[in-house]
């Protein structure tokens, strides 16, 4: 009778984990899944290959966004001080991967300050020999009308700011504006966004 009582608790307790295991691992899943592959459509703007969240920095975020906020690494201060927008794929609509070169090319956004960094696919910036990884309101050096350039890819392009992006695997591009117009903060659509183009054919 002790014997088969022992043998019945110790099985309670390993269904109990089991269970217990399982439930864990379908909520790290499920919260996986929300955070890196959900998108709320109410929420999104799309402009260009880039898109930005109204709520992002918004008193009226939701936790869905906060912790999104978190997981991505950005730091999100009030609209009014900060907005972002993020690029994972070219103007074509084709992923972004770092073992090709690309051009991005615009105006400077209508903000105080601003900047563009590259990342890879886990939000970890790349090994960058020559310690760039990213190009700002003031490093960037605008031509006769006004515009800024810059290349990511593993090796430079002559005449180009240039972002390294060694090895193969996801690219992801963050703009930053610090202090934006109101306009904008209103209207997060009414970005003038920079283009994102191939240079050269992708191995």
Not at 154 to 174: E, F, I, S
Request: one cysteine or more; glycine letters at 10%; proline letters at 8%.
């Amino acid at each position: 009778m002790t014997k088969h009582t022992r043998y019945s608790r110790v099985q309670r307790l390993a269904i109990g984990a089991s269970l217990y295991l399982g439930a864990l691992a379908l909520g790290m899943g499920s919260a996986w899944w929300v955070l890196r592959k959900a998108t709320w459509s109410g929420t999104l703007v799309k402009v260009g290959a880039w898109s930005g969240s109204t709520l992002t920095g918004s008193p009226d975020a939701d936790m869905y966004t906060r912790a999104r906020v978190a997981l991505e690494g950005l730091l999100a201060l009030g609209r009014n001080e900060t907005m972002y927008y993020r690029a994972d794929t070219d103007d074509s609509g084709r992923p972004l991967r770092s073992r090709c070169s690309y051009r991005v090319e615009g105006a400077p956004p209508s903000a105080r300050w601003w900047s563009i960094t590259a990342y890879a696919d886990d939000f970890f910036l790349f090994d960058a020999p020559n310690k760039q990884y990213s190009l700002n309101g003031t490093t960037a050096q605008l031509d006769a009308v006004g515009h800024f350039a810059l290349s990511t890819g593993p090796t430079p392009q002559p005449g180009l700011h240039w972002l390294p992006t060694p090895g193969d695997r996801g690219l992801v591009l963050t703009l930053r504006l610090y202090n934006p117009t109101a306009d904008l903060q209103a209207a997060p659509s009414k970005l003038k966004p920079p283009s994102i183009s191939p240079l050269g054919a992708c191995p």
